[in-house]
């Protein structure tokens, strides 16, 4: 497989049939810019024609998995239909497109986790955090909804109460809460992390490939039968960035205050 065209993800083979991917911006803790989240889009397709991979690690370079959508890709989101409507496509595809991939995805969290970042961490079929790794969805502190993969996910990973609970109120979650409610499918000391990965990654590379797919493909049906919520989720998130709580949300963290958001307003006109 040529990986040539990738600017922002690199990969190497460990080991026999294993495949890791690593999320490559360190510099910016890698956040999300248009270029890295179109890359995590298609990546999966290109991962599932890779003859010489039967399992794929993802993990970030660096101190972090991925920090969410960088400033500037999110203030050329904020009333932009052309942005919005690629966005809607892509984000769709990093969810849908990892759970048809035949090849099982191992997620390594090192360090925090935001936004498409997070989605494509906790879309793995099996994660695996750092301790002292942290993650929030963050949808509702910029100020929409909570679409991205939280609505097909989070409810299946833990329970209503506890997805509603970090998905209204934004709290971060580390690593050993995130196994404690059932976020990931395991919490190791940060040293241990990628060591461990690569032990799982090498025993799936070592079974039935067949039985393996066919496995996650049936598991997936659960995941497939959320889809409903899944659309509507993502399409308003996306409505949301049309709207002045989206503005203000941002303009908040760029001036690193508490946000003020208009809707919250007495009088503000639902």
């Not at 966005?87 to 390594?108: G, M, Q, R, T, W």
């Not at 971060?172 to 690569?198: M, N, T, W």
């Not at 070592?206 to 039968?225: D, E, F, M, V």
Request: charged content about 25%.
């Amino acid at each position: 497989m040529d990986w040539s065209s990738y600017t922002r993800l690199t990969f190497e083979y460990p080991s026999e049939g294993v495949l890791l991917l690593k999320i490559n911006r360190p510099h910016r803790k890698n956040a999300m810019d248009a270029i890295l989240h179109g890359e995590l889009s298609k990546v999966w397709r290109d991962i599932a024609a890779d003859e010489m991979c039967r399992v794929v690690i993802v993990t970030g370079e660096g101190e972090a998995f991925s920090a969410g959508g960088d400033f500037e890709m999110v203030e050329d989101t904020l009333g932009n239909y052309d942005t919005v409507h690629r966005l809607f496509s892509e984000a769709s595809e990093i969810v849908y497109d990892i759970v048809n991939c035949p090849k099982p995805v191992i997620s390594a969290i090192n360090g925090v986790a935001v936004g498409a970042g997070l989605a494509v961490a906790l879309m793995a079929d099996i994660s695996i955090i750092a301790e002292d790794a942290r993650f929030t969805d963050g949808h509702i502190r910029l100020g929409v909804a909570a679409g991205d993969h939280a609505a097909i996910i989070w409810p299946l990973l833990t329970s209503l109460a506890k997805a509603k609970y970090y998905l209204l109120t934004c709290d971060f979650i580390d690593g050993r809460e995130a196994e404690r409610i059932g976020l990931v499918s395991k919490c190791v000391p940060g040293a241990e992390l990628q060591a461990e990965a690569l032990r799982i990654a090498e025993k799936l590379a070592r079974g039935p490939a067949h039985a393996i797919t066919a496995t996650k493909r049936s598991l997936n049906l659960w995941i497939k039968q959320a889809a409903p919520m899944f659309e509507s989720a993502l399409a308003l998130e996306m409505l949301g960035f049309f709207g002045p709580d989206a503005r203000e949300g941002f303009t908040a963290m760029q001036e690193k205050r508490r946000p003020v958001f208009p809707s919250s307003s007495p009088a503000f006109q639902r």
